[in-house]
C-alpha cells in the first residue's frame, strides 16, 4: 500500500510538494492546449461569476474555483467519457470541463429556467446527466456516500466506469467521510476519493481542526492506497488519477488521492478572508496552474504568445454569450416549484 508521508498543511494552508517531473514528455500537444482552454474557461467564467455576484445578478451562495482549475482538469483528462463524477458545492468549474454549456450553468447561478436544474439549485446545485455530472452537494460531506453509491451502481451492473467523488479538507471530519471508505474498501468499489486541500474549511487551517494534517494518511486506517497529490501541477494530478482508475478498473477498489491546492478568493463571496494574508495568496499565485501550463506550451513551442491570446479572446466571447444567454432568460413558472419533486407525476401534493 503507497501511502504519503509527507507533512500536509499548516496554518498558512497546504503544502503542495513542488517537486521536477520527469514524465512531462507523455503528454502531447493537443492535451496541453486543451488543459490550457479549459483552466482558462474555468478562471474566465468564475471571474465573471464573481462580478455578477457583486452586481447583485447572481444571489446566495456561491464559491469560486479560482485557483483550483488543475485539480478538474488535470483528473478529466485521465478519465473515460462515461465515468461519474460528484463534488461538494465548489461546483462550477467541473462540469464546465466535462463539457457542460456555459450558459446554462450561468444561467442556472442566475436562477432561470435553463439553467441546469431549471434554476431550482443554483451556484451549489449544478446537476448535468449529459456529462456524467451528479451534482454538486450543498451539505458537507453528505457527497462521499453518494459516490461510493454510484461507483456501487457501477459495479453491480458489470461496468468499467468509476465514480471521482470530489470533497473540501473540512469534509474529512464528518462521519460519511469514515464509513463511505470503510464500505468502498470492503466491497473494493470503482471509486476514487478526491480531498481539494485548499488549506481552510471556510476560514479555519486543517491544523486547528485535526490532529492529523497529511489529510492523505487518512485512507491508511482502512488500507486504501493513499498519496498526497501536488494539486496546482495539472501534470502531477493527471498521472495520479491515470493510476487511481488503473486500480479501480482492474477490480482493486478505491484509492484516495489528497490534492493539496489553493483558492485565490474566500471560501464564499461573502467570505472577508481576514484568516490569512495577502503576502500568502501572493505566494501561492506564484504556482499558478495555468501560468505553468502557458509556460510549458511556450517553451515546447506547442504554440505562440499570438495563438493563445486568440484563445483567450475566444473564450471571452463564450463567457460574454453565456452572461447574455442568462440574461434573455426567463424565471422558472412558479408552479415549477411542484415539479421534479416525485417520480410519480400525478403524486398529490397538498398546496393549501
Known amino acids: 500500500m503507497a501511502t504519503s508521508t509527507t507533512k500536509g498543511s499548516s496554518k498558512k494552508g497546504p503544502t503542495t510538494n513542488r517537486k521536477t517531473n520527469t514524465t512531462k514528455s507523455k503528454f502531447s500537444k493537443e492535451t496541453y492546449l486543451k488543459w490550457f482552454e479549459d483552466m482558462m474557461l474555468m478562471r474566465r467564467f468564475e471571474e465573471k461569476s464573481g462580478q455578477l455576484y457583486g452586481q447583485q445578478k447572481i444571489r446566495g451562495f456561491c464559491h469560486l474555483y479560482i485557483g483550483q482549475e488543475a485539480c478538474a482538469a488535470g483528473a478529466i483528462s485521465a478519465l473515460q467519457k462515461e465515468d461519474k463524477w460528484i463534488t461538494a458545492y465548489r461546483d462550477h468549474a467541473h462540469p464546465l470541463a466535462l463539457g457542460t454549456d456555459p450558459g446554462k450553468i450561468m444561467a442556472e447561478l442566475y436562477g432561470k429556467e435553463t439553467g441546469t436544474t431549471k434554476g431550482k439549485g443554483g451556484s451549489m446545485h449544478i446537476f448535468d446527466k449529459d456529462v456524467n455530472f451528479i451534482g454538486g452537494h450543498g451539505i458537507v460531506g453528505a457527497q462521499v456516500p453518494l459516490g461510493a453509491g454510484i461507483a456501487f451502481a457501477e459495479k453491480y451492473n458489470g461496468t468499467k466506469n468509476l465514480c471521482m467523488c470530489h470533497m473540501g479538507d473540512g469534509a474529512v471530519r464528518q462521519g460519511a467521510f469514515h464509513e463511505a471508505l470503510n464500505l468502498a ?153 411542484l415539479t421534479d419533486i416525485y417520480e410519480q407525476k400525478d403524486f398529490p401534493i397538498l398546496t393549501e
Open 185 to 337: 474498501m470492503t466491497w473494493k468499489l470503482p471509486v476514487i476519493f478526491v480531498i481539494e486541500n485548499n488549506g481552510y474549511a471556510m476560514g479555519t487551517s486543517v491544523s486547528r481542526t485535526s490532529n492529523v494534517t497529511d489529510l492523505s494518511v487518512l485512507g491508511a486506517a482502512y488500507e486504501m492506497p493513499s498519496r498526497a497529490v501536488d494539486g496546482m501541477n495539472v501534470e502531477e494530478v493527471h498521472l495520479a488519477v491515470e493510476e487511481a482508475a488503473k486500480r479501480a478498473r482492474s477490480g482493486e477498489g478505491p484509492t484516495l488521492l489528497e490534492f493539496r491546492t489553493y483558492r485565490y478568493k474566500g471560501h464564499s463571496m461573502s467570505d472577508p478572508q481576514k484568516y490569512r494574508t495577502k503576502e500568502e495568496v501572493e505566494e501561492y499565485k506564484q504556482q499558478d496552474p495555468i501560468e505553468q501550463v502557458r509556460s510549458t506550451i511556450l517553451k515546447k513551442k506547442y504554440a505562440t504568445e499570438e495563438a493563445l491570446s486568440q484563445i483567450e479572446a475566444a473564450i471571452k466571447v463564450k463567457i460574454k454569450e453565456a452572461v447574455e444567454f442568462a440574461e434573455n432568460s426567463n424565471y422558472p413558472d412558479p408552479s415549477e416549484a
